[in-house]
Nanobody, 115 residues
Framework: QVQLVESGGGLVQDGGSLRLSCVAS????????MAWFRQAPGKQRELVAA???????NYADSVKGRFTISRDNAKNTAFLQMNSLKPEDTAVYYC?????????WGQGTQVTVSS
């Protein structure tokens, strides 16, 4: 069984920064593609950023130039560096892992940006 545990969320002012971490544990031979999603109240969950096993990345248009996704395969960890945060970035952020034929989700971490 694979578990994903996020950390690093919190309350920050408009223009501030946060760094989210996601640690994967369990039966992992190698990490698959990983991503960060977010879900704001009353809205659908949306993809924020994704990173492949080889390090290729893609971002939602709304976060390009402000957020950076990275990974440390040796530590089974993915990161999301979030700069220039805006109130509209407020949401629960979820870590996602696609490993072999299965999808795994973390429990989510709240990010709140005050204006």
């Amino acid at each position: 069984q694979v578990q994903l545990v996020e950390s690093g969320g919190g309350l920050v002012q408009d223009g501030g920064s946060l760094r989210l971490s996601c640690v994967a544990s369990g039966s992992i031979a190698s990490l698959g593609n990983m991503a960060w999603f977010r879900q704001a109240p009353g809205k659908q969950r949306e993809l924020v950023a994704a990173i492949s096993t080889g390090g290729s990345t893609n971002y939602a248009d709304s976060v390009k130039g402000r957020f950076t996704i990275s990974r440390d395969n040796a530590k089974n960890t993915a990161f999301l560096q979030m700069n220039s945060l805006k109130p509209e970035d407020t949401a629960v952020y979820y870590c996602y892992l696609h490993l072999r034929v299965a999808d795994y989700w973390g429990q989510g971490t709240q990010v709140t940006v005050s204006s």
